[in-house]
């Protein structure tokens, strides 16, 4: 039997193809190959930088399906299926939405593979596949390395990812992620990862948690373990990990660069509004949060979320200003998006400020980086400028150049330096090929 295993690309531009210069390695399709016994022939294609191969025989086809992707996935799928080739579909999207999935799938895959992957290639393998398979969240990888060959060859970034935890147990109303683990939180045997580490050559690791510190002694438990290894390590957490003072020198010893860390916003209402519960305790501005951050010489990728009900147009540029004081070594202005299946999203259904039909991820006007609803004080068409003008005026060469200066941060070791111009170029070419990106190729 060969299987094929498929990452898609958001999309394309107006007028050529788009490559995604700062592709990371599909760290869920190296564990489906994990999952999927040896008997069985694998390839994996990324739709990202290479052509899909629809004529080579197969047997069955995966596909991780995102919202961003979805389109342009199920594009994918469509035309496998009409060769005659079964099609699997999973990912957040075929389980968050999973009759719309089952549009373009012989069977769609909800939630976490692990209990189930093998139940479902064997049942391809007797000719016996369900409709749907239902897998419940649970542990990462439970005695399972991840099948790293399959990236060889195909330019992704030098960083391995690697995934310690599952899940977040806070409820902001905008995320996708405490939807599909239902505010749970599974966590991976610490030997396993440390033995995923030392199983690959790279000396940069990605820990793709949601978010790494929701149980913060087993992040100190990792960090002690991973001290002897001398990598150095980034990773998603929640800005309450200044207030433990202890966890943030574990962090430091152990050779964490710095974390992508959700600000979402400067302003409290528009907190509230989110239910971001982590960022509201002690709320001040953030000056003593981003302070302890500076002095344990965390690169943080400052992360935001614009277009609440109390965003104006001069709040997004008091955030832009925020980011630029703060030397951010890399920052992220997002238009608050309604995810399918969040509060977020029935809220604004209810009120009826939804645009293109409620469905932007499939609507063929919509454009990447627009606005997809009616904000309450200003304009949609708003809301997309001044978010663009910030990520513009934040990558801009004077910008670039003026954070690196930063003593605390990027110019603290060698390590961070080199790291900050390996990067920052990268991210800042890819901040503006995508904007105005139509989902999908067709």
Known sequence: MKLTL???????????LYVDEGRMEPLNLGVLAALTPACVEVSLFDDRMEDIPFDVPTDLVAITVETYTARRAYEIADEYRARGVKVVLGGFQ?????????RHADVIF?????TMWETLIRDAQNGTLKPVYKAKPGIPQPGLLTRRDLYEGKGY???SLVQFTRGCHFACDFCAVSQYFDRQHYMRNIKEVIEEIESQQRSLVFFVDDNIAVNREALKELCRALIPLKINWVSQASIDITQDLELMGFMMKSGCLGHVIGFESINRDNLLNAKKSPNLSGFSG???????LRDHGLQTWAAF???YDFETEDSIKQTLEFALENHFTFAAFNILMPYPATPLYDRLKREGRLLYDGQWWLHPEYRFNNAAF???LMTPEALTNACHEARTRFNSVPSVIRRFLDLKTNMRTMTRMISYW???PIFRREVIKKHGMRFGLK
């Open 305 to 307: 979320v614009l277009g």
């Open 94 to 102: 075929p389980t968050l939405l999973p009759a719309e999935s089952a």
């Open 6 to 16: 498929i990452k898609p690309t958001i999309g394309t531009g107006e007028h050529s």
């Open 110 to 114: 909800i939630g976490d593979a692990e």
């Open 422 to 424: 390996k990067f920052t």
């Open 374 to 376: 009616v904000p309450k």
């Open 157 to 159: 970034l030098p960083i």
């Open 286 to 292: 953030y000056g003593e949060q981003v302070s302890i």
